[in-house]
């Protein structure tokens, strides 16, 4: 499972980011035949997509792993070029791959800081812009990966992984037409039954490997609660 990297434009000059992030996953690819391994797990990221911060616009709503890559940003490029490198790597040696995508991953104390800030300054929420409400819990992330290794594989996968609502105060189809109101939504229907469900599609995740999201923003008071220490008192 390879999950080294540099995991931001800012985290680095352009050329570092590439030079960790590309040549890495080649390093790891390598080592991986060396040493006889059935399956790699590489994370990569919604970004390779192109969309995140700003970069631009989604071709569509929801977004789903079949979206062309426009990443040109150093951080998103050098996932999309680590996909690609993962594919290829796959087809020399028949070694099972999977690129795992990410969004915004989500450990249970961020639910609270997240509503903290807002109450603090409601309009952070949409200033600067930010993903469509798109955001993974870490334990979803983690069962993704125990999913990984578990289910028979071949060839190359690339699975987004994202909550199945959106960590908004807007119903999903307001924050899509405030946010990008000339991307068009396929199935808006979808959206009736479920009027916060996610803006991404995780349907590969859930095809490929069995994997479904646990945690939501709906639920987050009680998903805290959960994930809370028990404190013991003696007397």
Request: glycine residues 6%; charged residues 25%.
């Amino acid at each position: 499972m390879h999950l080294g990297a540099l995991a931001h434009d800012s985290a680095g000059s352009p050329e570092r980011i590439m030079a960790v992030n590309v040549l890495g996953t080649w390093h790891v690819l390598l080592a991986a035949e060396a040493v006889g391994a059935r399956k790699v797990i590489h994370f990569s990221s919604g970004q390779a997509l192109g969309i995140a911060e700003g970069e631009r616009l989604p071709d569509y709503f929801p977004v789903d792993d079949h979206h062309p890559r426009r990443a040109m940003r150093p951080y998103g490029l050098s996932k999309r070029l680590a996909e690609d490198l993962c594919e290829g790597f796959t087809r020399r040696t028949g070694i099972v791959t999977v690129s795992l995508r990410p969004v915004a991953v989500w450990s249970p104390d961020r639910y609270r800081r997240v509503e903290e800030q807002r109450r603090a300054a409601p309009e952070s929420e949409w200033e600067p812009y930010w993903e469509y409400g798109a955001f993974v819990d870490v334990r979803d992330v983690a069962a993704a990966v125990e999913r990984t290794l578990e289910i028979p594989l071949a060839g190359h996968h690339r699975a987004l992984l994202c909550a199945a609502d959106i960590a908004a105060s807007a119903p999903s189809l307001e924050l899509a037409a405030r946010l990008a109101p000339s991307v068009p939504v396929h199935n808006p229907e979808r959206y009736i039954k479920n009027p916060s469900g996610a803006l991404f599609d995780c349907s590969t995740a859930e095809s490929v490997l069995d994997w479904k999201p646990r945690y939501r923003w709906a639920d987050r008071k009680q998903h805290e609660r959960a994930s809370s220490p028990t404190v013991r008192h003696d007397s």
